[in-house]
């Protein structure tokens, strides 16, 4: 039920009609290099003034029909944060025999110099094209002479033979967009299916035009010799669906606390290839299931590579020595793989060498490393599987198509429990995941082509526990040890974020944390063990944390790990919250007040339950003589939270705040 919800929210359907507005690359105005701000939205750094695209099909007499898609864009720059916006990025694929090409024309920044126009235009240097990995070349451009108050502007054209699925439209970015207007003109032999996302709808205009060819083509044809290539005329009329998609006004919306990737909630137009039909041909259908999909990617990409066995067998053998427990099997696998291979940073469910040579020259992509991992655990008898996923930054699925999945990993029945695993990240356990592949739903694909949906957030609660033993002395200033134990996925985030760096570095980022501390006797235990809790000792002194009034003393219950900032800030939020992981935070402080006071107050207990158990935060100190007891913990126990409950839970983070930063009145006996 929670991913129908979630799932429906993304999907709005499109309505008729449209609105026209005329734009003409070139034409930038002194009124608009003279806007100082944007009259909608005046926090705004930059604002897209208009963006224009149209995706459109020419025949090549050698190829068929190409996509063709161009892109004018016009930016206005009002804050040196918008910079960023006069770097333009967009990804070409790359086949064996096939590839995407892109052109950039028109690219300029325009400044306004002693009240005339300045016109600067991109020269070769700003033009960057870099290889990502097998499948993927990046293009980028760096506007020239960018100031606040610039506009830039720019047009590309990218030429595609990949038909299946045109780039997504983006109508609505982090900065507001005036206009957003997309046209497609698609010939009578392709039917696509259209989908939108996000919450605003599209005006629509359709027309139909007619497109035609005149001239040689080139066919392969079977001979007596075998095939030979032909050319011959041809004379091709057809009819083309012309379809406008307009949108103006569209307000920011920006990253927040706690969210998967945005881009999932802003508006925009999706198109997948569904069906084909040539003249004189049979209909082709290209509709697709999940199951059918994942089926045809386990027989093309996984099973050879799967059944290669002899590339491991003496090294298993080696490492599996005396051991029958399945458990420790599959403890003793993962760990190797993640030890003697080295992930390159390239995702896909696709090997790029394959797994023998990766596992010789220990270094793969994230489908070598992982099938390594699957192949390995089958052959010591273990019930594997890959599972098929889309990481946070490639989005949710929205079509199955096979680039809705770009990630693989193995998925373990252990008993009762599905057991998740990837090898490509050194910090990673046995049921703890890297964040990038925690993505809402993978897709299991078993040896007989069977499939299921396989959830990927975390359900087991993951705890930070701080234990604290301080002392308040006489000149005020707080002393005390500090014991920090990260359970699970806190101990996960440790690791990743500083397991690498030295003792010195991580200090000053503690120390910078907890403003005001001094750190002595710092030791960590179990930072390279996966299976136990990451854990942190060490002394601090404090002299922020009381503050004298008079005869009285008011110290902070939490001394210096209160939350003083609700991460909820809007009004109110159309997307989800999510948590990544359910997660639970716990501090118990015994504290020492000096000698010749008494606890004059303290904070009143508390003890609060979100509706639907979805999170609950308890609150409550005892005194005893010159001692003071505090025990809190804040609970959530969904990893992702609806949008509808963000009223609640932004309340439910004002009460904590409001609690721990309260004061314990202390005063003279």
């Known amino acids: 039920m929670m991913r129908v919800t979630l799932l429906s929210a993304l999907f709005f359907f499109i309505t008729v009609q449209t609105f026209a507005q005329k734009f003409d690359m070139g034409k930038v105005t002194v009124e608009e290099l003279k806007q100082t701000e944007h009259p909608k939205d005046p926090k705004a750094e930059a604002a897209v003034l208009y963006k224009k695209g149209r995706t459109y099909f020419e025949f090549h007499p050698d190829k068929g029909f190409r996509t063709i898609t161009e892109v004018e864009t016009r930016i206005k720059i009002y804050k040196k944060e918008g910079y960023d916006w006069a770097n333009f990025v967009i990804d070409n694929y790359v086949d064996n025999n096939s590839k995407e ?5 028109n690219a300029c920044t325009y400044n306004l110099v002693d009240g005339k126009i300045e016109k600067t235009k991109l020269k070769s240097e700003g033009i960057f094209v870099e290889k990502t990995n097998k499948y993927r070349e990046r293009n980028k451009i760096v506007l020239p002479n960018v100031k606040e108050l610039s506009v830039i502007e720019f047009k590309y054209t990218q030429e595609s033979p990949f038909i299946g699925a045109f ?43 007619t497109g035609s060819y005149r001239g040689k083509v080139t066919q392969k044809v079977n001979g007596d010799g075998g095939y030979s290539n032909v050319k011959s005329n041809l004379d091709l009329d057809y009819q083309e669906a012309n379809i406008t998609y307009t949108l103006k006004d569209i307000p920011a919306m920006k990253d927040e606390s706690y969210i998967n990737n945005i881009n999932n909630y802003r508006t925009a137009l999706l198109h997948e290839l569904t069906s084909i039909k040539y003249p004189n041909q049979p209909y082709k259908d290209l509709s697709t299931d999940w199951n059918t999909l994942v089926k045809r990617i386990y027989e093309g990409e996984f099973g050879s590579e799967l059944n290669k066995r002899s590339y491991f067998e003496e090294d298993l053998a080696a490492i599996l020595k005396g051991i029958s427990n399945p458990d420790e099997k599959i403890t003793t696998i993962f760990n190797f793989v993640k030890s003697r291979m ?31 991992l699957i192949a390995m655990l089958r052959e010591a008898g273990i019930d594997v599987n890959p599972i098929l996923l889309s990481t946070r930054s490639n989005g949710i699925a929205f079509f199955p198509n096979r680039s809705s999945y770009n990630y693989v990993i193995a998925g373990v029945q252990s008993g009762d429990r599905l057991l998740l695993l990837d090898a490509t990240d050194k910090n990673a356990g046995v049921d703890i995941m890297p964040f990038r592949a925690l993505n809402w739903f993978g897709r299991m694909v078993r040896k007989d082509g069977s499939s299921d949906d396989v959830e990927l957030v975390p359900k087991n609660l993951s705890k930070n526990v701080v234990n604290i033993m301080a002392t308040i002395g006489a000149d005020g200033v707080l002393k005390g040890m500090v014991r920090e134990q990260h359970f699970d996925y806190f101990a996960y985030m440790y690791r990743a974020l500083y397991g690498d760096l030295n003792q010195e570095k991580y200090l000053e980022k503690l120390e910078k944390k907890y403003t005001g501390i001094q750190i002595e006797s710092y030791k960590v235990a179990n930072a390279k063990d996966m299976a136990k809790p990451v854990v942190e000792d060490y002394n601090f002194t404090h002299e922020a944390i009381v503050e004298r009034i008079g005869d009285k003393i008011y110290v902070d219950p939490m001394l210096f790990f209160a939350q003083t900032e609700n991460p909820f800030k809007q009004e109110k939020r159309e997307y989800p919250i999510d948590f990544s992981f359910p997660n639970q935070e716990k501090y118990m402080i015994n504290l020492t007040i000096p000698d010749g006071y008494v606890v004059e107050s303290v904070p009143a207990p508390i003890s609060m339950a979100m509706e639907e158990d979805m999170g609950s935060f308890n609150f409550n100190i005892n005194t005893s003589g010159n001692k003071v007891q505090l025990v809190a913990s804040v609970d959530i126990n969904w990893s992702l939270v609806p949008a509808s409950h963000y009223e609640i839970l932004k309340n439910f983070y004002k009460t904590i705040i409001e609690k721990q930063t309260e004061k314990i009145v202390l005063k003279k006996a």
């Not at 090409?101 to 024309?105: E, Q, R």
């Not at 005036?178 to 010939?187: A, C, D, K, L, R």
């Open 167 to 209: 780039k997504d439209w983006n109508f609505q970015m982090a900065i507001p967009v005036n206009h957003s207007e997309y046209v497609t003109q698609i010939p009578e032999y392709y039917i696509y299916k259209t989908q939108m996302k996000g919450a605003l709808v599209p005006k629509i205009e359709k027309t139909s035009s």
């Open 101 to 105: 090409n892109v052109s950039f024309t």
């Open 342 to 372: 080295t992930w390159n940073e390239y995702v896909g469910y696709i090997c790029e060498k394959g797994v023998r040579t990766a596992y010789k020259e220990k270094v793969g992509n994230t489908a070598e490393i992982n099938l390594i």
